[in-house]
């Protein structure tokens, strides 16, 4: 009985890694060497040396043995084992071995059996110690023992793990008792357990005592079950059969013994239970308000915030200490890693929204970096509706934000709100013109400004004397060009306050709107244009000049919104994807590419500008004016003009300006004899010789051409930019940009630009 207790301590000291230097004493004990098999064991008729029997089995060990031992008991003796004549001069206690085989009856054997064999490899050893000391081929009832001779690791029908996964089960758990055998946590697991290959434990060379104070056998070791019964090795350790525990120990779902306070044992305990025995050890809803870092629990150390981070109230900042607690991390097998600091992913989420913050939380790219984050972290939570219906939307750039400035053109229901809003409260105003009409109405003042100065130009040319190229006394193509802008510019600035002081639009920039109507297309510079349709000795250079001039500073203010609008764009990566998914993407494609091929156009055209007037001013510059001199290196001039010549041809070929000097020298040959190189306003005499003449002549022509080239090519451009730019942002802003009375708008442009062209052609 003493013994039956200490080995049970012993093996659960073991078991338990408690006293973990037992376990290399009795490793160091080699079971296969030993005193049994140096000294031979003597047989004396039928009679043994106790300590030459089998050691006692593992599962007797841990049971009472009081039974066993007294079977033992009954069959051991003092016998005479040396004579001298009828002297017997040695005694000892041996062992009668058939009393043996009929003392192990059946009915000994059967109160040990059902603890025994609850585990195949128990089973096993118990069954080789009977058969070996008793010849019996069966423990209580034949047949109970078929299979047990050639097993193999298919036996352990669920398996096994190592005993080490008790420290991944909770204090509750392993302290508790089994509802269906009533027995403690560790018993079971003692009574599953099995070594690599079995080990003796205690006295190895002597297992087993007659003790003469007790009168009765007592085992002075025991051997422990070895998985090597199934022929198969496996690394050295402790191990229990899953099979054995799992239908052994038993949880009453009603008395969870971990169901307290600290929700993370009861964790802990599911999980060790489900890694071990699987689900159905447990009620159905045994996954409920289980703490895992799995999904429910965010590891703090994995937290992230969204950028908008620094706006959030700090109600939401603080949240994650207030959802804080401990959850399981899994390891690969399913059991309870670590436990690890988390947040309570249904906490966080029960207690924020996308409303809880404002801020830079709800603008462009930082809105969709909160918006996805609130939908990675909580959309896939039961029952949160924190995200609003148009979540998808938010979460790509909104027309608002793919509009580069914060002022738009609609009427403010309430003026203390800021024009820039959330996308959901924007309301389809009935009042809103379509995009159509309002393209329409743009279309409209192309034609009209084109028609104006068309018409202004067709009775200027009339009206007009010829003049030379950039003579120094007509300035007044400057003036006549800045008044014309001035004009234009007013009337934008007139549009521009009419819309400011109708009833709604009180929040409009007068200004910004008005450097935006300036970036509007125009149709004036094709009236320029077709001015180069004339032999080029019957152009009239002076309003070329000044409506050239005009279109140069309306350029220049509409590069205002362009710039805005490319950098903008660039800023925010709309040139390289940015604009995919988003909600009138395409618009603000068409919005975006306008800008572009304007900046771009514009850069090459003025490019082109300086070249063109430079070689220009290097050939009149030098000539017009002093023409005695010119006389005098006359060679040098031809020299240089044809060299001019040649870098112009190289460098323009491209624009075509080729084109323009034929086409015009054709246009000009019939009047070539009878033209006189004079301005008919008198002041102005050529001493010039007929070759000087035709040579400077060919070369302004040259230059003027290239000038005409980089106009014919950049004008149109522009305009296309322009209507891009314009169509684009229409249909990316539809409902934002509702300009009110559009017609009078038109009328007041056309009215305008009707009033600088007849003003332009009476100066
Ligand atoms: C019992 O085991 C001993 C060694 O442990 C062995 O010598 C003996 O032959 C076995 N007897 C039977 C009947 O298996
Ligand atoms: C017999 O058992 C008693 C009590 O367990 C113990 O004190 C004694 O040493 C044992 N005798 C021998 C010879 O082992
Ligand atoms: C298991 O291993 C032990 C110790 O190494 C050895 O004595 C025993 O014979 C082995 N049993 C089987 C079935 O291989
Ligand atoms: C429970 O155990 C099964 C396998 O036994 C495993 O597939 C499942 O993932 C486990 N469940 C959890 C929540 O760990
Ligand atoms: C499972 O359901 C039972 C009642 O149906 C309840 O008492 C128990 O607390 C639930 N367990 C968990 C983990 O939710
Ligand atoms: C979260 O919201 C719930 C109600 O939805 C409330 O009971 C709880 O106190 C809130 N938690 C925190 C930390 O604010
Ligand atoms: C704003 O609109 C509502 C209806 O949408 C209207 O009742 C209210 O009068 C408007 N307020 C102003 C200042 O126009």
């Not at 003692?190 to 009765?216: D, K, V």
Request: charged share 15%; hydrophobic share 40%; with cysteine.
């Amino acid at each position: 009985m003493k013994i039956s207790s200490t080995c049970l301590v012993l093996l659960t000291a073991r078991v338990y890694g408690v006293t973990a230097t037992v376990v290399p004493n009795t490793a160091s004990v080699n079971p296969s060497g030993g005193g049994r098999i140096l000294t031979p064991q003597n047989n004396y008729n039928g009679w043994v040396n106790p300590e030459d029997l089998a050691p006692m089995p593992q599962c007797i060990a841990q049971q009472d043995q009081s039974t066993w031992l007294s079977a033992m008991t009954k069959c051991t003796g003092k016998l005479c084992t040396s004579h001298f004549g009828f002297i017997c001069t040695h005694h000892q206690w041996l062992t009668q071995l058939s009393c043996l085989s009929t003392g192990f009856s059946s009915d000994v054997i059967k109160g040990y059996f059902p603890y025994c064999g609850r585990s195949v490899l128990a089973k096993a050893q118990l069954y080789q110690w009977i058969r070996n000391v008793t010849g019996r081929t069966w423990l209580v009832d034949v047949g109970d023992t078929n299979g047990l001779e050639n097993l193999s690791p298919a036996s352990l029908t669920e398996g096994y793990a190592a005993v080490s996964v008790i420290h991944k089960a909770p204090t509750c758990l392993t302290s508790s008792i089994s509802a269906l055998s009533m027995e403690r946590f560790q018993h079971v697991m003692a009574s599953c357990s099995f070594t690599s290959t079995t080990q003796h434990t205690g006295n190895a060379a002597r297992p087993w005592e007659y003790n003469e104070s007790l009168l009765s056998m007592t085992a002075l070791g025991f051997e422990t079950v070895g998985y090597n019964l199934t022929r198969r090795s496996i690394g050295y350790g402790e191990y229990f059969d899953k099979g054995c525990f799992c239908s052994t120990f038993t949880m009453d779902p009603k008395q969870d013994p971990c169901s307290g306070p600290e929700q993370i044992d009861s964790t802990r305990e599911r999980l060790w239970m489900n890694a071990t025995c699987g689900p159905k050890s447990l009620p159905k809803n045994w996954t409920d308000k289980l703490k895992t870092t799995e999904f429910a629990y965010i590891p703090t150390e994995d937290w992230h915030w969204p950028m908008c981070v620094t706006d959030m109230p700090k109600q939401v900042t603080e949240l994650t200490d207030q959802c804080a607690t401990d959850a399981c991390e899994l390891d690969s097998s399913g059991y309870c890693k670590v436990l690890k600091r988390s947040v309570d992913r249904d906490c966080f989420c029960r207690n924020i929204s996308y409303d809880s913050c404002g801020g830079s939380c709800q603008i462009f790219e930082t809105r969709i970096d909160f918006v996805k984050w609130l939908h990675d972290l909580c959309g896939s939570m039961r029952d949160w509706h924190g995200l609003p219906d148009n979540w998808r939307q938010l979460a790509a750039p909104t027309p608002l934000d793919m509009i580069p400035w914060r002022w738009t053109i609609k009427p403010s229901n309430e003026s203390n709100t800021p024009p820039i809003i959330r996308l959901g409260s924007i309301k389809a105003t009935e009042k809103c013109p379509s995009n159509r009409w309002k393209l329409g109405t743009f279309a409209l003042v192309n034609m009209a400004t084109f028609l104006a100065a068309f018409l202004s130009q067709r009775t200027g040319i009339r009206r007009i004397v010829r003049g030379f190229l950039w003579q120094p006394h007509q300035w007044c193509w400057f003036s006549r060009g800045i008044l014309i802008a001035v004009l234009q510019l007013l009337a934008n600035w007139f549009n521009a306050f009419l819309v400011q002081k109708t009833l709604g639009y009180e929040d409009v920039p007068v200004i910004q709107l008005m450097l935006l109507w300036c970036s509007m297309p125009r149709l004036a510079w094709l009236a320029t244009l077709l001015i180069g349709l004339q032999p080029f000795e019957a152009i009239d250079f002076s309003t070329a000049a000044s409506s050239f001039f005009v279109e140069m500073i309306l350029q220049g203010f509409s590069s205002y919104y362009m710039i805005i609008t490319v950098n903008y764009g660039r800023e925010h990566n709309f040139y390289l994807g940015g604009l995919e998914s988003a909600e009138r993407g395409r618009s603000a494609k068409i919005m975006y590419a306008g800008a572009l091929l304007w900046l771009i156009t514009i850069s090459v055209a003025f490019v082109r500008f300086l070249q063109a007037t430079r070689k220009m001013n290097r050939v009149t510059g030098s000539g017009s004016f002093d023409l005695l001199k010119r006389q005098r290196s006359k060679q040098t001039i031809s020299n240089i003009a044809e060299k001019v010549m040649a870098q112009l041809n190289e460098h323009f070929s491209w624009l075509g300006e080729k084109n323009w000097v034929h086409y015009w020298e054709d246009k000009s040959r019939d009047s070539e004899e009878t033209f006189l190189i004079s301005s008919e306003r008198g002041n102005y005499t050529v001493y010039g010789t007929l070759p000087v003449q035709s040579q400077n002549s060919r070369v302004s022509r040259k230059a003027f051409a290239n000038l005409y080239a980089v106009t014919t090519i950049s004008m149109p451009l522009l305009w296309v930019a322009q209507w891009l730019f314009w169509g684009g942002f229409v249909g990316l802003s539809s409902e934002e940009f509702c300009p009110p009375k559009l017609g009078v708008l038109a009328a007041v442009w056309i009215a305008f630009s009707l009033g600088g062209a007849t003003f332009g052609a009476t100066l």
